[in-house]
């Protein structure tokens, strides 16, 4: 069961980019250490963007063997192949077209001109599939989705996590591992997101949030608020659950949740 969160500040945005960067890094190595490989979910959104392109520019990114990196999306804007919007291309632009990566290991969601066409549901049930074939494989016995050993999200404004959106029926689900996402609130209307049951067997789930328009969803996610108002707060990784912030996102924190600050 997973330990109440880890609140650690950080004095602005790009140091917070650097720091999850080398934080990530230490955890990967110590993953393939461990169990001989590394599985991570990417998110999209500027900070997610920034903390990979701060490990693109990492002079220790190369501690870790990439080829043997499974790389995973927590949601993903169903659009056409290479949009520029989509979490896979800004992901790839930024970070993994740069890596010796085995393209075998690397698990974009479908886009809408993919395999399944404009069919979001059906899109949805490949990535679930694929993920319980990763599963299979791994040998973890009863699991729906692979060890993944870091799973990061960002934080709307209105609390959401991934594509899961306050009032949203996604934040519901709890037999899917991964949904389609229709009238999404912030555009592009149709998504595909894994469901808080996916989320949640991350071994390490890190939220990273800068700036201080997400004060006040950081504030109420940390507060005890339900996941129909605020995602966010309901979700937690098995092992350990990181709030990583910049001062003005950390800015409606109770300072007794703060455990750890940058200089």
Not at 82 to 103: F, G, I, K, M, S
């Amino acid at each position: 069961m997973s330990r109440a969160p880890l609140v650690v500040v950080h004095r602005d945005a790009q140091l917070l980019a650097q720091a999850a960067a080398a934080r990530l890094i230490t955890r990967v190595v110590d993953a393939q250490a461990t169990r001989g490989s590394a599985a991570v979910v990417l998110t999209g959104g500027s900070t997610g963007t920034a903390v990979l392109a701060a490990l693109a520019g990492a002079a220790a990114r190369d501690a870790i063997d990439w080829r043997r990196v499974d790389i995973w999306w927590g949601d993903e804007r169903f659009l056409p192949r290479a949009h520029p919007e989509r979490n896979e291309t800004q992901a790839r632009q930024v970070l993994l077209d740069h890596l010796a990566l085995d393209p075998k290991r690397v698990h974009p969601m479908a886009p809408s001109d993919g395999i399944d066409g404009p069919d979001v549901e059906a899109a949805a049930r490949r990535y679930a599939q694929e993920l319980a074939q990763a599963a299979a494989a791994s040998g973890a016995r009863g699991a729906d989705v692979p060890t993944f050993d870091v799973l990061l999200l960002g934080v709307g404004p209105d609390a959401h996590v991934a594509s899961m959106f306050p009032g949203h029926a996604a934040i519901h689900e709890r037999e899917r591992t991964v949904v389609a996402v229709h009238g999404s609130p912030k555009p592009p209307p149709t998504r595909i997101t894994l469901t808080l049951p996916a989320i949640c067997a991350a071994e390490e789930v890190w939220l990273l949030v800068a700036g201080a328009q997400k004060a006040g969803a950081v504030g109420l996610a940390l507060s005890g608020a339900g996941p129909v108002q605020a995602p966010a707060g309901a979700v937690s990784g098995s092992r350990a659950t990181l709030w990583l912030l910049d001062r003005a996102a950390a800015s409606h924190v109770p300072p007794a949740l703060v455990r750890l600050a940058s200089p």
